[in-house]
């Protein structure tokens, strides 16, 4: 549906984004990029570099890329060029090499014998093509013991527990689907951070390099905090008790389930609130009429109760409560109170209407030549409140330029009437991979990012993390923090471990910004840094004295980053900003859990509802905050890199809000006759026979083989080691890609009942021999994963030191270079680095001394 009233009582209004810029005036103008990315991270990537500018040119194989079947085609594609190529044909090596001479980046996600069987290696193409920065996007890795499963998103959630960590999302018991592709997110994005590191590198060097990304560690990117309670559970496991939200009966466990409610209004929508600080709970209690649970001995310790009954007598008594509104009653209450905050619960194209996203014009509509009007959002990154660029359609097969972007140089199209099968949209790695790009390299270099310095206002997890992902890479981070340090260090239930992953490679501040003097200390800084990130509520930037203009006049040459929950402005910018409330708001959690929103009736279905509910928007290794810190990383990379080029770009702004929304383009895009998109059955098995969890005799397996290719080396293996009934591969319903499609019921049954005979550990042993996507669905999560299992800790972390827990493994840098280190360290103390720092501005011991005594700084 393109126009009309939409739910929540919103009418759809249509933005063209405001007055962006044209395309030869935006960031990565002049900057070419092949993308021979055939699958999701590449193309996520790749639109990125679109939207801010760059020349993308799809290099598309005869009968066109398998992302043209998409539903968010019209988005991936947007703004790039396509030209056909049979790289299998005589000659077709010839056309790519032509492209690639005058390209500045290359994307893949081919497997590692294809890059060499198409001379695309890292030393084939330092010797070809010495300036290109190339981005090989894996499943897994170079090594490690996974190295060689294909890398398709399911198998890399399952195998790394993601399945495991959102198992609440359905009601039944074990692992369950999740549809969000966190992985290729994080993939994604981790590639931009080294394409974009490796162009400012390749200034200083005059040489391009490659750059390594892939799923597992992309969607291990987005854990902003839970690794280090891992650790405190694995090191102290009688010390430290983890209490899970839900226990096994459904019934609340956790006292933070109260403040992040989430329950049905009396007209059967869902809320989600957001009430973490003290004093913002206290509201929320007193809305409710329960504001008696303070002074009540009875309730003595809320929200940490200390008896079942209680927890499940007040977790109800609030449900009871917030359903006795409509939601246009709670919405009265929210605009009234400031106190008071919830999003409701949205799916699909739904998201992209609400209030702040068209207040900012980051819902717009191009008009395509054959599917009309398509609304989606604008480009991930505004600068100075509007889009990046003028958006164009994406191209018909083999058209040379974008529509609305005249101007364009153009590529020769070589479009043949041939067909031939679109690249497989798995990825994978080898060991391969690391060693050619090491050789051609010529050994390791000097860090990508040394050099710049970032100044870190971040609060919470999303803003602050993306700084952390910069320190990887060598940028100098500081962290301006209160006196008494943020309060991330503090949220977890022991010393330091809610901030420590957040914390980690930077220096910290602790300085007061309320005082004269404090500013003072900060401004000093700004002379000298290359970049402010900041992630206040509208308004409190200026408060403090950081906003944009303020500090781009001490230091015109600034690169200033917005990266707040909502915004800098609008009807929403003053609110505070959750993971769970934007997985709400955005359509994360719905994508997850579709069928979330039935019968609420009875108050066990209001219960049972909320569980999944807060399944799916709260699940800590895998929510909003770590999918906007990584967009965040990505703006300020392409802040510094636009000022190395030199073009100015004014303030940058990314949200929590809008950049969940480009995580699930194939659920927000619409235009007319859009397809459905794929969605998750109710129980949360998977999309399709071929690719869903399966109960094993013993655990559970998770099958990726949706290719035709796949069939018979699955239907091969099952006779051998299954008692069927039948030959499956002789079954005339399966016997074709349509038949399989027509009768996909049925051949669930018959799979279901195969991988029941065996433990999940022989399936994944023999399947995987056979080149069938199939594993064990691991249940535990990622972050103990890595820690406990020695192959994956070696492949994955890194040894490192830090204040609290000494010498401790550490999730290695996302995203590897060739030629250029990373920097992974520890983290340190709140303040820890405040004397040192205020000694390089020139105070001396006795002006410290004073300066503490006086409260303006701490540590």
């Not at 927000?668 to 969605?679: I, L």
């Not at 026979?689 to 397996?701: E, Q, T």
């Not at 433990?759 to 890595?786: F, N």
Request: charged share 20%; glycine share 10%; hydrophobic share 45%.
């Amino acid at each position: 549906m393109i126009a009309g009233t939409r739910e929540y009582g919103v009418t759809e209004i249509t933005s063209d984004g405001g007055p962006a810029g044209p395309a030869g005036q935006a960031p990565l103008a002049g900057l070419r990029v092949v993308d021979l990315s055939g699958s999701l991270p590449g193309a996520l990537a790749t639109l990125f570099l679109a939207d801010a500018g760059a020349d993308v040119v799809l290099v598309e194989p005869p009968g066109g890329s398998a992302l043209r079947r998409r539903v968010d085609w019209p988005v991936l594609g947007r703004g790039r060029r396509s030209v056909v190529v049979d790289l299998r044909a005589d000659g077709g090596r010839d056309e790519l090499d032509a492209l690639l001479a005058d390209a500045d980046v290359l994307v893949t996600t081919y497997r590692p014998a294809t890059l060499a069987a198409l001379r695309l290696t890292a030393a084939d193409l330092a010797a070809d093509h010495p300036r290109l920065v190339s981005a090989s996007i894996t499943g897994f890795g170079p090594g490690g013991p996974w190295r060689d499963l294909p890398g398709y998103e399911g198998l890399v959630l399952a195998k790394l527990g993601v399945f495991h960590v959102k198992e609440a999302i359905t009601a039944r018991r074990g692992p369950a689907y999740v549809s969000v592709p966190f992985a290729s997110w994080g993939a994604a994005h981790t590639a931009v951070h080294g394409i974009l590191a490796a162009l400012l590198e390749r200034d200083a060097s005059g040489l391009g390099q490659q750059v390594a990304a892939d799923l597992a560690r992309g969607v291990g990117a987005l854990d902003t905090w839970n690794f280090y309670t891992e650790i405190v559970g694995i090191r102290w496991p009688d010390a430290f008790t983890v209490v899970k939200a839900f226990n096994a009966a459904g019934e609340v466990q956790g006292p933070l389930v109260y403040p992040l409610l989430t329950a049905p209004t009396k007209d059967g929508t869902w809320l989600q609130f957001a009430q973490v600080e003290p004093r913002l709970f206290v509201a929320l209690m007193r809305e409710l009429g329960l504001a008696e649970v303070f002074t009540d001995p009875k309730w003595a310790g809320v929200p940490a109760l200390p008896t079942q009954e209680l927890r499940t007598e007040l977790w109800e008594l609030m449900i009871e409560r917030v359903g006795q509104r409509t939601l246009a009653e709670w919405e009265e209450v929210f605009a009234a109170n400031g106190d008071i905050s919830a999003e409701p619960f949205r799916r699909g194209a739904d998201a992209l209407v609400h209030p702040q996203l068209v207040h900012e014009g980051r819902r717009v509509t191009v008009t395509d030549p054959e599917l009309g009007p398509v609304v989606q959002p604008s480009t991930l990154v505004h600068a100075d409140g509007h889009p990046l660029r003028e958006l164009a359609p994406a191209p018909r097969l083999g058209q040379p330029a974008p529509a609305t972007a005249p101007g364009a140089a153009a590529a020769p199209s070589t479009a043949s009437p041939s067909t031939a099968a679109a690249a497989s949209p798995a990825l994978d790695s080898s060991a391969a991979t690391t060693a050619a790009t090491t050789a051609a390299a010529g050994g390791a270099g000097g860090q990508p990012l040394a050099g710049i310095t970032v100044l870190d206002f971040g609060l919470m997890f999303a803003g602050p993390f993306a700084a952390t992902l910069l320190a990887d890479l060598g940028a100098r981070v500081i962290k301006i923090e209160t006196l008494e340090g943020d309060t991330i260090r503090r949220v977890a239930g022991f010393p330091e471990s809610g901030g420590a992953k957040v914390m980690q490679g930077k220096e910290s501040l602790c300085v007061d910004l309320a005082t004269d003097e404090g500013r003072a200390i900060v401004h000093d800084l700004v002379r000298r840094a290359d970049v402010v990130l900041q992630a206040f509520r509208a308004g409190a930037a200026e408060r403090a004295g950081i906003d944009a203009a303020t500090l781009r006049a001490l230091n015109p040459d600034l690169v200033y980053v917005n990266a707040p929950g909502y915004g800098t402005d609008g009807p929403y910018g003053h609110r505070p900003a959750y993971a769970p409330a934007i997985g709400a708001a955005s359509g994360l959690a719905l994508t997850d859990a579709p069928g979330v929103r039935s019968a609420v009736t009875t108050v066990g279905q209001k219960k049972t509802g909320a569980v999944r509910c807060f399944a799916a928007a709260a699940a800590v290794p895998v929510q909003a905050d770590g999918i906007a810190a990584l967009g965040a990383a990505s703006a300020i990379l392409l802040g510094l890199v636009a000022r190395r080029r030199g073009r100015a770009t004014g303030a940058l702004t990314t949200t929590m809000l809008a950049t969940a929304t480009h995580a699930i383009l194939d659920q927000v895009v619409d235009y007319p006759g859009r397809p459905a998109p794929r969605e998750v059955d109710d129980d949360a098995w998977g999309l399709s026979a071929l690719y869903r969890i399966y109960p094993a005799a013993s655990g559970w397996v998770f099958l990726a083989a949706p290719a035709d290719k796949e069939w018979p080396r699955l239907a091969a293996v099952l006779a051998a080691h299954a008692d069927l009934d039948a030959d499956l591969g002789a079954d005339p319903r399966f016997a074709t890609a349509a038949g399989r499609v027509e009768h996909d019921a049925a051949l669930a049954d018959v799979l279901a009942k195969a991988f029941g005979t065996r433990p999940a550990a022989d399936w994944e042993r023999d399947l995987t021999a056979a080149g069938v996507g199939c594993v064990e669905v691991a249940e535990r999560s990622q972050q103990t994963i890595i820690q406990v299992e020695p192959a994956a800790a070696e492949e994955y972390c890194v040894t490192v030191h830090s204040d609290v827990f000494d010498e401790h493994l550490r999730p290695g840098p996302a995203t590897r270079f060739s030629r250029s280190a990373t920097s992974p360290k520890g983290f340190a103390y709140a303040g820890a680095h405040t004397d040192a720092i205020l000694t390089e501005l020139g105070h001396d011991a006795a002006a410290i001394a004073d300066l503490r005594e006086r409260g303006i700084v701490g540590g």
